[in-house]
Nanobody, 118 residues
């Protein structure tokens, strides 16, 4: 099981960009499916993006074309590049990891807050 630490959240104006990072500790990072969930107050948790060990990616419709997930196995780090941010992207973003699937991931980070506001 990986331990995950996110960083990179903050306050940004609409239309701006942020890059979230997720550094993992543990072994066999390269075999894990990595993903990002987000949760806004009063809303259901949403799987935003995930990337497989082979590098295949998938995005929710709400972020497709604006967000990009990537990974650097040598650095044991996953990234979420967020462009053209909207106020509705405001949420706590959680990095997750699992050896086989992303619906109920075994590892969760502590979360990083993203606020999009003018």
């Amino acid at each position: 099981q990986l331990q995950l630490v996110e960083s990179g959240g903050g306050l940004v104006q609409p239309g701006g960009s942020l890059r979230l990072s997720c550094v993992a500790s543990g072994v066999f990072f390269s075999i894990y499916v990595m993903g990002w969930y987000r949760q806004a107050p009063g809303k259901q948790r949403e799987l935003v993006a995930h990337i497989t060990s082979g590098g295949s990616t998938n995005y929710s419709d709400s972020v497709k074309g604006r967000f990009t997930i990537s990974r650097d196995n040598a650095k044991k780090t996953a990234y979420l590049q967020m462009n053209s941010l909207k106020p509705e992207d405001t949420a706590t973003y959680y990095c997750v990891a699992d050896p086989t699937q992303i619906i109920r991931p075994r590892s969760w980070g502590q979360g990083t807050q993203v606020t999009v506001s003018s």
